[in-house]
């Protein structure tokens, strides 16, 4: 921990009782400054890392130390910058180069806002290659740069933002555009330039194969997918203990990768398997190639070879508020189990005091009363109604993000994760209205949400954590951490959440009748 | 043996073979029961000795043992399904020795928050989540032989056998 991480700020001390009267241009540490020495903020770090210096030198020649004691020149210490200087010429040390900085990208952004770091700045994965100062300055440039060209496209004054977007693009060649706050930023300037100078292609959508491969890219480069996956799994599981006939609906089906492990672990139960029904819900498939029955083959495949009985139902549709709840097909006597993994917040709008496509959506979910609803959506708020809001926090998250894919060292997969991303990225900051679907929420409001809509929260149990944080250890380097958060579960890296699920039960409905099979009343 | 004859002669009489020498290839079932106890490298490399060990070792019922020695009790009702899933074998090396080695070598934080070194006997959550593991693996060769991925995908298991930088 270096001496410095908790006490940067911009001369606004808080805790602080100290009475320096500060030159706003220049501050003096406060939190230091309680202690008796006097250091200017700005040069917080350097003189860190010549007090690092100093002691190493200390220990390693201890003789040249102690004549120190007998006829050196004692500066005043609470000045502490020249006094380290001092000390270590007196021990004919050379100056040297700053160290390569462990910074992470959100301590450039912090610097770049001149806000408080709320972030330990030593816990730091991105090691600039050339370590030079002027390579950190160029960062924090970037970043800066980068928040006031957002703030002018917020304004709507374009011409401005796209010399900003020039500039930005030459400061991107003095960095190390392959890792660190090189690589996000021009991800982020990528974003800008699409909303300033291609407005209506921005949305970098692609066909539902491409989507499906980067999906299943980015489930193999990090781990939240397969937390996502797991969690639900587990919950899932525990719902249909002691049911005979289960039927999931799972909104997006992708490659169907989540549900192997359901099968495998039905097969396994005490008490044998039950009859498994799967509804997958897709995008349709263009030129008559039915993907979603594919996949729907391949899981009846597997679930033969495990001997569980398995029926698979494909529901094609471009929007889930597209989705009726007859197309389900839902059988009375069966036990439902619906699993949102990262979709729901598509059907938000932007307007809170305006009903959203979700409402309804929520509604005939209700309505099919389930044993059990799985919601994992990503930890963030990329669905402020201000543009410059959005973007700061989602140069946040993403941050975060391409800071955890750093673990991966399976090159294939961490680049076509990136793109992954960069797709979210180009929804949240270059999209408006119905073509944003990328909205997500933190979790305190979706509480709220579906609290609101009918339903109450299931506490995952332990086995969801401890299987979480097993598969943690398997699956990644130090620095992600599984959270419980009043019994729902987060995946987040270094401290900060970046995704969350929860499991929810619809509240006992007296009213509402089941809509059974035959039931056409159009519920939207 | 050394006979003495009427003459005074000395022969040498074949010598009998009191005790048969011992050819552990003549003797399956001991060897089996030697290779029962070893580890998984050493049954790997007791299956390059020979086209016979080689026949021996791979039997599944040895890697069956190796996988689960250590689980007490042993799950029940799980062969039929890792054997269509690919063998005991093959959960052993893509699946229990990653698990094994990975949990054994890191602190594992349980609930309560204490730290375990995890030991070498499994708990039911690992044999579990090893299972499911095993079964993603099945998967996804299953969709790669569709050639729905274009060329052969990479399974989601690659991370786990990679050595991690910590």
Redesign the interface.
């Given at each position: 921990m270096g001496p410095y991480d908790s006490s940067v700020s911009a001369g606004s001390s808080s805790g602080s009782s100290s009475s320096c009267s500060v030159k706003p241009a220049d501050p003096i540490d406060g939190l230091l400054a309680g202690a008796g020495y006097r250091v200017r903020s700005s040069e917080l770090r350097q003189v860190a890392q010549r007090l690092e210096r100093l002691e190493t030198v200390m220990i390693n020649a201890p003789t040249e130390v102690s004549h120190l004691a007998n006829d050196a020149v004692h500066y005043n210490p609470s000045d502490l910058a020249s006094w380290v200087d001092s000390l270590l010429s007196e021990l004919h040390q050379p100056e040297i180069a700053p160290d390569p900085s462990t910074f992470s990208d959100l301590n450039y952004i912090a610097h770049a806002q001149g806000g408080p770091v709320l972030v330990n700045p030593m816990v730091g994965h991105c090691e600039l290659s050339s370590g030079t100062e002027i390579e950190e300055d160029s960062g924090i440039r970037l970043v800066h740069v980068l928040m006031t060209c957002a703030e002018s496209v917020h304004r709507g004054e374009l011409s401005l933002a796209a010399s900003f977007i020039e500039e930005l693009q030459g400061l991107l060649t003095s960095v190390d555009g392959e890792r660190g706050i090189g690589k996000v930023a021009g991800y982020f300037i990528d974003a800008l330039s699409r909303r300033v100078f291609a407005p209506q292609e921005a949305s970098l959508a692609g066909s539902a194969f491409e989507n499906a491969?980067l999906y299943?890219h980015f489930?193999?480069?990090c781990p939240y997918l397969?937390f996502a996956h797991?969690t639900a799994?587990q919950a899932i599981l525990e719902a249909f203990d002691g049911h005979d006939c289960v039927h999931v609906i799972d909104f997006n089906l992708m490659?169907?990768?989540q549900w192997?492990?359901l099968?495998?672990?039905l097969?396994?139960r005490p008490g044998g398997p039950p009859l498994l029904r799967l509804t997958g819900i897709g995008p349709p498939s263009p030129d008559g190639h039915d993907s979603l029955r594919?996949i729907g083959l391949?899981?009846a495949?597997?679930a033969r070879?495990?001997?569980v009985r398995f029926a698979f139902r494909g529901v094609a549709a471009s929007r889930l508020d597209d989705v009726k709840p007859w197309m389900l097909q839902v059988n009375p006597k069966e036990v439902i189990a619906v699993n949102s993994i990262m979709q729901l917040h598509k059907l938000l709008g932007s307007d809170p005091s305006r009903g959203s496509p979700i409402d309804p959506v929520l509604e005939w979910i209700r309505n099919l009363n389930p044993k059990i609803v799985m919601v994992v959506e990503q930890e963030a708020n990329h669905n402020q109604p201000e543009f410059l809001d959005r973007f700061t926090e989602a140069l946040h998250y993403y941050s975060t993000m391409f800071d955890s894919l750093e673990?991966?060292?399976?090159q294939?997969?961490k680049s076509l994760a990136e793109m992954y991303i960069q797709r979210e990225i180009c929804n949240v900051v270059c999209c408006e209205g119905l073509a944003r679907v990328e909205r997500h929420e933190p979790l305190d409001k979706w509480r709220d949400r579906l609290g609101g809509a009918g339903f109450t929260s299931l506490h995952l149990g332990?086995?969801a954590?401890?299987?979480a944080?097993?598969?943690l250890?398997?699956?990644?380097?130090?620095g992600y951490c599984v959270e419980e958060n009043e019994g729902c579960l987060t995946l987040g890296w270094h401290s900060r959440p970046l995704i969350a699920a929860s499991a929810w039960q619809a509240m006992p409905v007296l009213q509402h009748p089941l809509p059974l099979i035959n039931h056409h009343q159009n519920v939207i | 043996m050394v006979n003495l004859l009427q003459n005074g002669d000395v022969c040498m009489e074949e010598l009998k073979e009191e005790t048969p020498m011992f050819c552990i290839n003549d003797n399956e079932d001991v060897l089996v029961e030697i290779l029962r106890r070893l580890d998984g490298r050493s049954l790997g490399s007791a299956a390059c000795v020979c086209k016979m060990w080689c026949g021996i070792a791979r039997n599944d019922a040895l890697w069956e043992h190796l996988c689960f020695r250590h689980v007490s009790p042993p799950p029940s009702g799980v062969r039929p399904v890792v054997m269509a899933l690919g063998g005991y074998r093959r959960l052993y090396m893509v699946c229990v020795r990653p698990v094994l080695s990975r949990l054994g070598r890191m602190r594992v934080r349980v609930g309560g928050g204490e730290s375990d070194l995890v030991s070498r006997v499994w708990t039911r959550q690992e044999v579990e989540l090893s299972l499911s593991l095993f079964c993603v693996d099945y998967y996804e060769r299953l969709l790669g032989g569709g050639g729905k991925l274009g060329d052969a995908p990479a399974s989601s298991l690659i991370f786990l056998c990679k050595t991690v930088n910590v």
């Open positions: 491969v299943h489930y193999e480069a397969k797991f799994n490659h169907g990768l192997p492990a099968i495998q672990a097969a396994l594919e391949r899981l495949e597997l070879s495990v001997n673990a991966c060292s399976a294939l997969e332990s086995n954590f401890k299987q944080s097993m598969l250890t398997l699956f990644s380097a130090e | -």
